[in-house]
């Protein structure tokens, strides 16, 4: 689906990379607002739908470098990935395990389990949906 | 433990991998998985003679007490050794075989995975456990029999033993449900410890017909043993190892595991003594009247299943240690004797023994060993099948019921057996040379190694019974018992009436063998105008049943036409809830409407009316626009009762939704009327009455509470346990973790579905 429309290409240009940011932002920020991996990954597909809408499927295949499909699984795998460390310590799967960091400033940086498993359901969302649109923009090529 | 039973899934994985890196030696390489289990088992043996039995636990979910726990007695060892000991030769057998089969690594996979399952189930302590790897095997055996996929007759018998065995197993899983519910408890050591007197309990009957039915589907028990000679399709490799020494086994295992707990009623011991006495006679008879090696050896293991049931329904302690001794004789020598008969058939290039003669000269070690396992299959001095043989009349001779019928089944079908014995070693190596379509030379080493050591140990065991009695048997016949033996095995008792029969029967045998090239053919006219009355007839005409009804079904239901479709789902799903919740609960129309504000009657009334616009109107971007508006407004109301993160995801949802709509919009055709207006106000019709169902259920809702609600354990946890604050999201991702994984598996097949569809109308439409 091609767009002649210089504005909306100029626009994607710059939206396109905020609008990315701003999905990593709200990924990370889910724990304690509101956000987490289905937003973010929402919000990531947006941004390269905003994109292929101006450039067309090629040149968003390009810039997501990987095939959407190999998105999903990685999504996947690092969702399964997050369970693997409660198998090794011998309680129940997907139990969550707490890693704090201490930063310079005094705070606290929390790595867990969750997180790997929310990145994980980030890829996915976003893998799914970009699977859908490029897929059906080039259906008709 | 665990470990052990898992490591077959687990080389699977790698199988393929290791096949590229080892090319002509991967079976010997595979085979040091299942030398190295044999080991382990048997470094287990001391342990279980000391104390009986050993329980292994491992928590798998706690919260339901559910454990996957493995018990290892006597009974249980035996058939672990079996399995692992006979499977080490298979690998290496199969390596030789199939060696430079395109499939190969495909093979290797589903054998390994089929050796694990058959551990699986031999050393579980679950009832349901039990059950999962029972199926297993029954999945991986019709992977394995349809090996040659690209052969008709190999699929459709693959099919037959699937059905048969998996609507058996459907038999089975009732049947251990209630036995799990008779006996409060779904842990065998549990139900084989506690003296239940299961059999006056009021679900007896019902639980001893599931059990029987799925075991004797799966150990092809007359009238179920129709589909064994059938899956003879399969790859020699797997006939000596399924179809012979282990997963038809599985249900003789079962029955001998449950005896103890179920044997007490007359109606388990009868029906095993009388369908064992029936099957043994007829597998014996039809081996006799057969000239396929495999499937002479086929219906010869049918006998021997059923020798192994009517030995359970007996129950002494005489007919325990015949059966022990009999499993472990016949696991030796059939699959020997398997092993031997594709040896033949890939040497001479056919599966015919009337084509065979005069083998010993050109493969003389294939000959000795086969003469030693024939030997042991027709029960003859010094080998172990002689001592089992022995034991088997002298069990029946002292049978507590029916004795003269079950020895004479008995005798008669030792005599066959001779004959059969004869057929398989004297025929093709002894007398005047056959014409076979490839020049025969001897089978190679891999082919050998295997038949060999099992003939050998045949041998040893008769020669040396003290030996596996000492180590093993004697502690599996005990487990079976369910109390502590002594037996006592032996070549010679002295001169008794079962060494009378036994010579009797030699003699009437060899003279049927001598004769047997007169009669076979008119046995062999017999059995198939016979079969054409037979179970297997019945299993045709049944499957042919089901998908003629099912055609008419889905002419009538599933016409076609997606309205149709839509409307049955939605008049029956609300029709019967409507229903449910008339009869029940009664409909309560009080509705509070005091503290309702201005804006959120508002929003309602946007959403009616975007509704009923896109419903009426004739252009697809407007009523597309339309749902978008829908959406949104429900996105608002999220947000205005306080859900951010749900308000969030309606938005992101709803503007992704509108463009993939958008993307496929114009390549619709033409907006056309398709249905009548009388139609149109049909489908109003159960569409408003759906809606209205759906609204009395949600007020109703709101006035059942019959649980504390759960939301405060989330406020008060969420900070502690869950570290977070956002709560909802901790619920997604750490509280209720297990289903968000379910979801994004969901949206992975979602996308996977959408994905082959545009692929394949895309080739559909270069095609054409």
């Known amino acids: ?81 997050a369970t693997i460390p409660a198998f090794f310590t011998g309680q129940p799967l997907l139990t969550a395990f707490w890693w704090e960091l201490p930063l310079p400033d005094g705070g606290y940086l929390k790595l867990s389990t969750p997180l790997i498993f929310d990145i994980g359901v980030y890829a996915a969302v976003l893998g799914t949906i970009m699977t859908f649109v490029i897929n059906l923009m080039e259906s008709d090529e | 433990m665990l470990l052990a039973v898992l490591s077959g899934y687990l080389l699977a994985i790698v199988a393929p991998a290791l096949h590229r890196v080892t090319g002509r030696y991967i079976g010997w390489t595979l085979a040091i998985l299942p030398a190295s289990l044999t080991a382990y088992f048997a470094s287990l043996v001391p342990a279980v003679q000391a104390n009986g039995s050993l329980l292994f636990e491992f928590t798998w979910m706690p919260g339901l007490g559910i454990n996957l726990n493995f018990l290892a007695d006597g009974l249980s060892l035996t058939f672990a050794l079996l399995i692992s000991g006979i499977g080490t030769f298979i690998l290496i057998y199969a390596g030789s075989y199939l060696a430079g089969h395109k499939y190969l690594a495909r093979f290797f996979v589903i054998m390994l995975s089929f050796m694990a399952s058959m551990l699986g189930l031999v050393l579980s302590d679950n009832l349901v456990s039990i059950f999962v790897f029972w199926e297993l095997t029954s999945i991986t055996s019709y992977m394995l029999i349809g090996f040659n996929h690209e052969d008709l007759t190999a699929r459709k018998f693959a099919l ?65 043993h129709f589909w064994l000679p059938n899956a003879m399709a399969a790859p020699t490799p797997v006939s000596a190892f399924l179809h012979s020494a282990t997963m038809v086994k599985a249900g003789i295992y079962l029955m001998a595991r449950l005896n103890s707990a179920m044997g007490e009623g007359e109606l388990w011991s009868n029906a095993l003594m009388l369908f064992g006495a029936a099957t043994m006679f007829t597998g014996a008879y039809l081996a006799f009247s057969s000239t396929g090696i495999k499937k002479v050896l086929a ?256 002419r009538i239901l599933q016409n076609g036409v997606l309205g149709l479709y839509l409307l049955l789902l939605v008049a029956v799903t609300f029709g019967l809830t409507g229903y449910t919740l008339l009869t029940h609960h009664g409909i309560n129309l009080t509705i509070d409407l005091t503290d309702s504000h201005f804006y959120e009657w508002g929003i309602a009334l946007l959403l009616l009316a975007a509704a009923v616009f896109a419903s009426a109107t004739h252009s697809r971007l407007g009523s597309v626009a339309s749902m978008g508006v829908l959406g949104f407004a429900v996105a608002l109301t999220f947000i205005l009762f306080s859900a951010p993160d749900l308000g969030i995801t309606q938005l992101l949802v709803e503007t992704l939704t509108v463009i993939l709509l958008v993307l496929v919009l114009f390549k619709l055709p033409e907006f056309v009327n398709l249905s009548s207006p009388f139609e149109r106000y049909r489908d109003l019709a159960v569409a408003v009455f759906a809606g209205g169902v759906m609204t009395l259920l949600i007020l109703a809702s709101l006035d059942v509470q019959y649980f504390e609600s759960i939301s405060s354990y989330y406020v008060e946890n969420s900070g502690p346990l869950g570290h977070g604050r956002n709560i909802v999201n901790v619920i997604l991702v750490d509280f209720r973790a297990l289903d968000t994984l379910g979801e994004i598996f969901v949206l992975s097949l979602a996308a996977l579905g959408v994905l082959s569809m545009i692929k394949l109308k895309a080739e559909d439409q270069h095609k054409s």
């Open chain 1, 1 to 81: 689906m091609k767009s002649n429309t210089l504005i909306l290409r100029t626009a994607a240009l710059f939206i396109m990379p905020l609008q990315l940011m701003f999905s990593v932002f709200l990924l990370f920020r889910g724990h304690d607002e509101p956000g987490g991996g289905f937003i973010g990954g929402l919000v990531a597909a947006s941004a390269f739908v905003v994109y292929a809408f101006a450039f067309g499927s090629e040149p968003t295949r390009r810039i997501l470098r990987v095939a959407p499909s190999d998105l999903l699984a990685a999504g996947l795998l690092l969702a399964l990935v």
């Open chain 2, 160 to 224: 037959q033993g699937l059905f048969v065995t998996v609507a058996g197993g459907l038999a089975l899983m009732a049947g251990l449900i209630l036995l799990g519910a008779m006996s409060g408890s779904y842990s065998l050591s549990e139900i084989l410890s506690t003296d239940l007197a299961l059999h006056e309990n009021a679900f007896y009957t019902g639980t001893v017909i599931c059990i029987l039915a799925g075991c004797f589907t799966k150990s092809a028990q007359v009238p179920f």
């Open chain 2, 299 to 554: 219906y010869s293991t049918i006998m021997a299943l059923g020798t192994l049931t009517m030995l359970i329904g007996v129950g002494t302690e005489l007919a325990m240690t015949a059966f022990i001794c009999f499993l472990v004789a016949h696991s030796l020598y059939k699959g020997a004797l398997f092993m031997i008969a594709g040896a033949l058939d890939h040497e001479t290039g056919t599966k015919d023994i009337t084509l065979m003669g005069g083998l010993r000269k050109t493969m003389p070690v294939t000959a000795t060993i086969a003469c030693l396992a024939a030997l042991s299959l027709a029960g003859l001095p010094p080998l172990f099948g002689f001592i089992a043989k022995e034991l088997l009349f002298e069990s029946l001779l002292d049978a507590p019921l029916w004795s003269t019928g079950l020895i004479m089944a008995a005798v008669g079908a030792s005599i066959l057996i001779v004959g059969v014995a004869g057929l398989v070693a004297v025929k093709p190596f002894f007398g005047k040379t056959g014409n076979t379509p490839k020049t025969p030379h001897e089978a190679p080493f891999g082919m050998l190694i295997g038949p060999g050591v099992l003939s050998l140990m045949a041998l040893m065991f008769g020669l040396a019974p003290f030996l596996p009695e000492g180590a093993l048997l004697q502690t599996a016949v005990a487990s079976v018992l369910g109390s502590s033996v002594e037996t006592d095995l032996a070549l010679w008792h002295g001169v008794n009436l079962p060494l009378m029969l036994s010579a009797g029967s030699l003699i009437v045998g060899l003279s049927l063998l001598a004769g047997w090239s007169r009669f076979q053919p008119s046995l062999y006219a017999i059995n198939t105008f016979a079969s054409r009355f037979g179970p297997e007839v019945g299993y045709f005409k049944f499957m042919e049943g089901i998908t003629t009804v099912a055609a008419w079904q889905t």
